[in-house]
């Protein structure tokens, strides 16, 4: 049986909420968990909240190395060398979508160079200050669950600003740190094409790939997976064209990957969620069945002894009640009048 991929929902997003976005997503956290992401389009407002003088970027100093493992057409390798000066690279034509970039890919023993990805250090395109009526990303972690491991913990979970330096970049398949959720933000680019596995999809897919591919390790970012490959464990995933100028929410304890139709520069930020703690998935986050430290997962473990029914109900009570001024009819639950079809 195919299982067909489906697109998740695109929520134009008011400014109330954004700014309330942890109540938000808590008051549609199980929308979140089934659907493993959402996409908000917030309003025109939501560009004060970022700078107005551009930041330097740097050169690409890295190629990423695509190519195929033990002959099996659906999984790729993904290795990202320093780029040699005296190599020519070699350029690849604009994306034009998802299907012409799988077909390009390469086959049996050859090996494909491509655009690479850069991680910006120290860098944000947020404002680090903003008035208090408005959303605050650089605060979302310290704000959220999260707040319960101290500052000092939360201070690990500082934005990432990426560049992908042109097209066919790939973000290889990978879980949110230590599982938790993810905000990533679109600033400016052309598409980026999102495959991703909720959670409850997940552990089926692990067992599955473990039993058939018991070489390869999924945990250490590496690899790129063809979605017929999940069509034929019966997956069911999600497919997600993300434009800029969006928000995508990655829920916790998902898989994904994607790969851009040219240069884009983007950046995200990680937080924590209710459920994220009642999630095998965030327990056992550290090591993968080959036994070694999942590469994005190393930063300093979650001290769960933290996290009880207790604290946590004394969070959700203290900062995220429903806010009794807010009209009810905004939420899912009561309306979906703005949600977009996105098949239209």
Request: some cysteine.
């Amino acid at each position: 049986m195919s299982i067909e991929s489906f697109d998740i929902l695109t929520i134009e997003i008011k400014d109330n909420e954004m700014n309330d976005l942890l109540e938000y997503l808590y008051q549609n956290e199980s929308l979140l968990k089934e659907n493993g992401a959402i996409k908000l389009i917030p309003t025109s407002n939501f560009k004060n909240l970022l700078k107005k003088t551009p930041i330097n970027i740097p050169l690409c100093s890295t190629i990423q190395e695509v190519k195929q493992i033990h002959n099996e057409n659906l999984i790729y390798s993904i290795k990202t060398n320093s780029l040699n000066e005296n190599k020519e690279k070699k350029e690849n034509n604009l994306i034009n979508d998802d299907e012409i970039f799988w077909l390009l890919l390469p086959n049996g023993s050859n090996t494909q160079h491509i655009s690479s990805i850069s991680q910006i250090n120290s860098q944000s395109l947020f404002l680090k200050r903003v008035q208090r009526d408005q959303f605050d990303f650089h605060q979302l972690p310290f704000k959220s669950l999260l707040k319960l491991s101290g500052k000092k913990f939360c201070n690990q979970y500082s934005s990432t600003l990426i560049k992908a330096h042109g097209p066919a970049a790939i973000f290889p398949l990978s879980s949110n740190k230590q599982n938790l959720y993810q905000l990533n933000y679109h600033h400016e680019g052309r598409l980026r094409y999102w495959y991703i596995i909720p959670s409850e999809e997940r552990k089926k897919f692990d067992d599955l790939f473990t039993e058939n591919h018991p070489s390869i390790c999924i945990k250490h970012d590496e690899i790129l997976i063809d979605p017929l490959l999940f069509q034929k464990y019966e997956i069911k995933y999600k497919r997600v064209i993300q434009n800029s100028g969006e928000i995508l929410i990655l829920s916790g304890g998902i898989l994904s990957q994607s790969f851009t139709q040219h240069e884009i520069l983007c950046e995200s930020i990680h937080f924590s969620l209710p459920s994220c703690f009642y999630n095998e998935l965030t327990v056992n986050s550290s090591v993968c069945h080959c036994k070694l430290s999942a590469s994005s997962n190393q930063d300093e473990s979650i001290d769960l002894n933290l996290y009880n029914d207790e604290t946590i109900q004394g969070y959700i009570q203290k900062y995220l009640q429903l806010n009794i001024h807010q009209n009810k009819d905004s939420t899912l639950d009561k309306d979906t009048s703005f949600l977009i079809n996105i098949n239209e």
